[in-house]
Nanobody
């Protein structure tokens, strides 16, 4: 299974971006897909996840601003990011796991990782 993240860019505070995680080599419906981010000088952190059964989860700082969804036809999981803030600036990674839902916020629960896509939010 290979993952490819795309959609990053430069946006002003308050703007929007949509990230996409394209899955190849397997059906996206078989995996929980998670989004993580790593800001400069900080550790990578959990952002959101879309479970194989349709569950969703968000870290508190993005609740109400980010929406995760799955497109079965395109074999992708997308992260719609609205009302972006400078503190959302980071490299965003997508990852896939078959682990139990209770572990979706844990980086080491994920088996497959895509390359990152940079999101820069200017103030």
């Amino acid at each position: 299974v290979q993952l490819q993240a795309s959609g990053g860019g430069l946006v002003q505070a308050g703007g929007s971006l949509t990230l996409s995680c394209a899955v190849s080599g397997g059906s996206v419906r078989r995996y929980t897909i998670g989004w993580f981010r790593q800001a400069p000088g900080k550790e990578r952190e959990f952002v959101s996840a879309f479970g194989w059964s349709g569950n969703t989860r968000y870290t508190d700082p993005v609740k109400g601003r980010f929406t995760i969804s799955r497109d079965n036809a395109k074999n992708t999981v997308n992260l719609q990011m609205n009302s972006l803030k400078p503190e959302d600036t980071a490299v965003y990674f997508c990852a896939a796991t078959t682990s139990i839902w209770g572990q979706v916020t844990l980086e080491n629960a994920y088996t497959y990782w895509g390359q990152g896509t940079l999101v820069t939010v200017s103030s």
